[in-house]
């Protein structure tokens, strides 16, 4: 079982830059897939990017390909979400997930993932 803890965080203007961090405990990190998501005020949570066990697959949603890129250092047993060229629609609470890998490819579908963070608030305004 793993505990997910996110930090990085804040408020930025548009067109700035944040890097979310997840630090894993708990776990073996290396053998979970890590996925981004994030909830705006009054919508659904929504997949951002995810990534595999082994690191050698990524997955961006459309409206944050591009700009975003995910990656993972497990012998820090941490994943990072780099965010760069931010719009205020990348407003919300961004979360971080994880699944431990059994044979399965990792997955944008928010059901997937079996272990989650609280949460850290992403705003963009100026």
């Known amino acids: 079982q793993v505990q997910l803890v996110e930090s990085g965080g804040g408020l930025v203007q548009p067109g700035g830059s944040l890097r979310l961090s997840c630090a894993a405990s708990g776990g073996t990190f290396s053998s979970y897939h890590m996925g981004w998501f994030r909830q705006a005020p009054g919508k659904e949570r929504e997949f951002v990017a995810a990534?595999?066990?082994?690191?050698?697959?990524?997955y961006y949603a459309v409206s944050v390909k591009g700009r975003f890129t995910i990656s993972r250092d497990d012998a820090k047993k941490t994943g990072y979400l780099q965010m760069s060229s931010l719009k205020p629609d990348d407003t919300a609470i961004y979360y971080c997930a994880a699944k431990y890998y059994s044979g399965t490819a990792s997955s944008p579908r928010v059901n997937f993932y079996d272990y989650w963070g609280q949460g850290t608030q992403v705003t963009v305004s100026s």
């Open positions: 990534i595999s066990w082994s690191g050698g697959s990524t």
